[in-house]
């Protein structure tokens, strides 16, 4: 069993994994995290969490589905805590689940290039699941599993409070949006949710089975490069008045 050292050590090592030489940003996470704590608050607490980091903590012991008994670890997302863009996919891998990290192996290669297509970088946006624990065999998530883990998505949503959120893939697409219609309906418009604009594009792990999918992919980022250009002239414009 970790120990609160061992925690604030491996969550430190993360961070700086993550954010570089935006360690002292992740200190000062890290630091609140300590204080809440040894305020001893409880873990039942999360959706009083204050930020992204806080949250993690009290909610990565979860067991609110079955998932959550055969787990090898809690993907809860990472990135840009205050991103503009929110990148949401499914359910965590086979890699996923023994990293504990969001997006690795070859389709977060994918992503990655994807995402370098139209000049963005994973330090720049932030990325989470729909699921925070791997279904078994990487099998659909059900329908229960998906009501008991929306609550924590939507608190990320609150807490990041994108201008953008990307959902990559059928079940993203249709949770956010709580719709039945189709991923390919679906796509070549934005959606307002929160305070969000929603593109809806294939997930990495389908353009890696069926690659006739890339073109339509390339065409909902460019909607999403597009969209998201207006809105940084417009908040520069706001900002110049
Ligand atoms: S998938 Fe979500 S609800 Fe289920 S155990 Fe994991 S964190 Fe909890």
Known sequence: MENWAQKVERLLKQQIELYGDEEVLARQSLQ?????????????DWRQSENLFIMNDRISS???????YTRKSFVFGNGKGDADILVIG?????????????????????LDKILAAINLRRQDIYIA????????QNRDPQLTEIAACLPYLHKQ???????????????????????TTSLEKLRGQAYPFMNASV??????????RFPQYKRATWEDVKLLRKLYDEWLTQKSMNHGR
């Not at 699941?129 to 078994?136: G, S």
């Open 129 to 136: 699941n729909v699921l925070k624990c791997r279904p078994p």
């Open 90 to 110: 499914e359910a965590p891998g086979e890699e996923e689940d023994r990293q504990g990290f969001v997006f690795v192996g070859r389709a977060g290669e994918l």
């Open 32 to 44: 609140e995290l300590l204080n809440s704590s040894l305020k001893g608050e409880s873990s039942e």
């Open 62 to 68: 979860c067991l609110q589905c079955p998932l959550g």
């Open 199 to 208: 593109i809806v594009t294939y997930h990495p792990a389908a353009l890696l």
């Open 157 to 179: 949503i609150e807490l990041i409070n994108p201008a953008f959120i990307l959902c990559l893939g059928r079940i993203a697409a249709q949770t956010v949006l709580q719709t």
